[in-house]
């Protein structure tokens, strides 16, 4: 293994001082889109080296948009394990005891976040739902959410939004709970001149108020282009979520949105869901860390990382991608250590292992979706290749979206000769493009490929760039 790296590592090094020649499709669409060439950096190279590396910008910190992904896939996989579970957890201080009606439950019913990728609506209720077939009916002490797992529990709380769209799903950031993602949906409808809308689920106590809305003339494809900040306005028996701008006419869309705190969506839920269920529960929530000691009650598990990481590199889930890298530092973290902090020093021990040149790294957030995130080409390259040699490649390669066909590719390289044949993780943020994975050659060889393009017009005019690469590996033989 070492004599491969070191392999790479001298070609790399050979080229690295002279950019190779642009291939002439490449060069074309950079001219059709009017991009300078050294907005693009890439290595590209078949996987068994029987070409020399095709290389530019290889060694240069480059913003990689969601292709940072591949980094805490590869790592996640590897050091969690591909069936790592998270877990959500009912909890009490002490055993239920026997009551007049059923088993009563003396201070607060506990539900302890363990990172659950997959805790929803229906799994928190069938969690609630096993508590009250054991015989529970009722909690005196109310409800006490345990997110201690990552710390600080709530990395969410004081840090400026990503863009100027906080409330859309892609912006969650997670915690140790990240029941349902953090989002309630709602149904907005334009009838009768006006719009309404609901929650999804209905919770009690939360008013909807569309009344400031108006409507618009825009298609309904378009329904959020008019779509202001909404605002939540406490009441004494409640919350009321007004919202503002503007709903197309003639429309109804649902849409799962984080306008509420999760803490006081996450404490009506269960109380809505153990009424539902017969039960009574007392007053007094709040957060915190279960007391030692604490009697597990009832458990829900997620799907194993395999499986959670499949959906998650398809779709370029930016929220569970944060997840995953958190559990990465929980996992590992030292007394008091943030976290991130923890993440950070698993991801770079992980890269020195595998004799990978980490010094174009910028760590933030695992997910991409960050200003100040940082990778080389080099670096996506070997970590490709560290991913492809390790006992988790074919979980691994399951994960990438593939040419024309699904997840965040199913609407590129439709009809050419990559289709089918490329397995690639996209990553698109204003400013940056990407593209990173495994591409077939028409004579059947994988090559390792990286194409990052770093512009401020990289979103609106890199993609055909990046694609005519692509077709370009692609059609080699």
């Known amino acids: 293994m070492r004599a491969g790296l070191l392999a790479l590592a001298l070609v790399l090094a050979g080229c690295a001082s002279l950019p190779a020649p642009m291939p002439a499709p490449v060069q074309a669409a950079l001219d059709q889109a009017g991009l300078p060439a050294d907005s693009l950096g890439l290595v590209l190279q078949p996987l068994d080296g029987s070409r020399p590396a095709l290389l530019r910008r290889a060694d240069d910190a480059m913003a990689p948009a969601s292709t940072m992904k591949l980094v805490t896939a590869t790592v996640a996989l590897d050091k969690l394990g591909i069936n790592h579970r998270g877990q959500t957890e009912l909890l009490a201080a002490a055993a239920p005891v026997d009551g007049v009606n059923g088993s009563v439950i003396e201070g607060p019913l506990i539900l302890r976040g363990g990172a659950d990728p997959d805790l929803d609506w229906p799994a928190l209720w069938w969690l609630l739902r096993q508590l009250r077939e054991s015989g529970v009916r009722e909690i005196r002490g109310g409800l006490l959410i345990d997110r201690t797992l990552f710390r600080p529990t709530r990395l969410d709380l004081g840090l400026p939004p990503f863009d100027e769209a906080p409330e859309f799903g892609y912006n969650v950031i997670p915690d140790a709970l990240h029941l349902n993602g953090s989002l ?5 409808q334009a009838v009768d001149g006006r719009v309404a809308a609901r929650s999804v689920p209905s919770l009690a106590g939360l008013t909807v108020d569309a009344g400031a809305m108006t409507l618009s003339q825009r298609p309904c494809k378009d329904w959020d282009e008019d779509w202001k900040p909404a605002r939540a306005v406490p009441r004494a028996d409640g919350l ?40 009574t529960m007392g007053p007094a929530d709040a957060e915190g860390a279960a007391p030692a000691g604490a009697v597990v009650l009832a458990t829900h598990r997620g799907r194993p990382l395999a499986e959670v ?87 691994l390669l399951a994960t990438l979206p593939i040419a024309g066909v699904d997840g965040t590719l199913s609407r590129r390289l439709r009809d050419g000769p990559a289709t089918g044949q490329a397995r690639l993780k996209t990553g698109t943020l204003r400013d940056a493009v990407g593209l990173a994975g495994f591409v077939t050659d028409a004579g059947g060889k994988p090559w390792v490929f990286v194409a990052l393009l770093n512009h401020p017009e990289a979103a609106r005019k890199g993609r055909p760039v990046l694609d005519a690469l692509v077709n370009w590996v692609a059609g080699q033989r």
């Open 184 to 188: 309630l949906e709602y149904e907005l």
């Open 240 to 279: 009321t979520l007004q919202l503002n701008g503007a709903f197309p006419a003639g429309c109804r869309q649902r849409a799962a949105l984080q306008l509420v705190d999760r803490q006081w969506l996450t404490v009506q839920a269960v109380r809505q869901f153990w009424a539902e269920l017969g039960g």
């Open 309 to 395: 990481m499949r959906g998650i590199m398809k779709r370029s889930d930016n929220a569970l991608t944060r997840l995953v890298y958190l559990q990465l530092g929980a996992q590992a973290a030292r007394p008091d250590e943030p976290t991130l902090a923890a993440s950070e020093r698993v991801v770079r021990d992980w890269l020195a292992g595998q004799g990978i040149d980490a010094t174009a790294l910028v760590l933030d957030n695992g997910s991409g979706l960050s200003r100040s995130e940082r990778v080389s080409p080099a670096l996506l390259a070997g970590v490709l290749r560290a991913g492809q040699r390790g006992g988790q490649a074919p979980e």
